[in-house]
C-alpha cells in the first residue's frame, strides 16, 4: 500500500522515556527495545490496518500494534496515505492520552 510512516514528536519523546528508564539497570535491554518498537511500525507503510482498533476509542482510523507490555497506537489518514505514530504507551499506564 506504501503508506509513509512518520512518528510523532510526542511518540518519539514516549520512546526516550522508556528507553531511558530501563537502560539504567540494563542498558542492552533498552537498546533491543527501542529496535523492536521501532522495527514494529515500519510494516506499517504497507500493512496500514495490520493493528486492531483501540479499543478505548473506537474509530477504526485509530490502532494499535501490541508488543507486550507495549502499544504502539497510531493513526491512518487514508486520504493522504500517512500513518501516524501518535503514542509508545506502557500498557500499565491505563489508556493511550492522545492529541487532536
Given at each position: 500500500?506504501?503508506?509513509?510512516?512518520?512518528i510523532?514528536?510526542?511518540?518519539i519523546?514516549?520512546?526516550?522515556?522508556?528507553?531511558?528508564?530501563?537502560?539504567?539497570?540494563?542498558?542492552?535491554?533498552?537498546?533491543?527495545?527501542?529496535?523492536?518498537?521501532?522495527?514494529?511500525?515500519?510494516?506499517?507503510?504497507?500493512?496500514?490496518?495490520l493493528?486492531r482498533?483501540v479499543?478505548?476509542f473506537?474509530?477504526?482510523?485509530?490502532?494499535?500494534l501490541?508488543?507486550?507490555?507495549?502499544?504502539?497506537?497510531?493513526?491512518?489518514?487514508?486520504?493522504?496515505?500517512?500513518?501516524?505514530?501518535?503514542?509508545?504507551?506502557?500498557?500499565?499506564?491505563?489508556?493511550p492520552?492522545?492529541?487532536?
Amino acid at each position: 500500500m506504501d503508506y509513509k510512516v512518520i512518528i510523532a514528536p510526542r511518540a518519539i519523546i514516549d520512546l526516550e522515556e522508556m528507553v531511558r528508564y530501563i537502560a539504567q539497570d540494563d542498558p542492552q535491554a533498552a537498546a533491543k527495545l527501542g529496535y523492536a518498537l521501532i522495527e514494529k511500525t515500519h510494516v506499517l507503510g504497507d500493512w496500514p490496518e495490520l493493528g486492531r482498533v483501540v479499543p478505548e476509542f473506537g474509530d477504526p482510523a485509530i490502532r494499535e500494534l501490541i508488543l507486550r507490555p507495549y502499544r504502539i497506537v497510531y493513526r491512518i489518514d487514508v486520504a493522504k496515505k500517512i500513518i501516524g505514530v501518535a503514542r509508545f504507551w506502557h500498557a500499565a499506564r491505563g489508556q493511550p492520552e492522545l492529541l487532536p
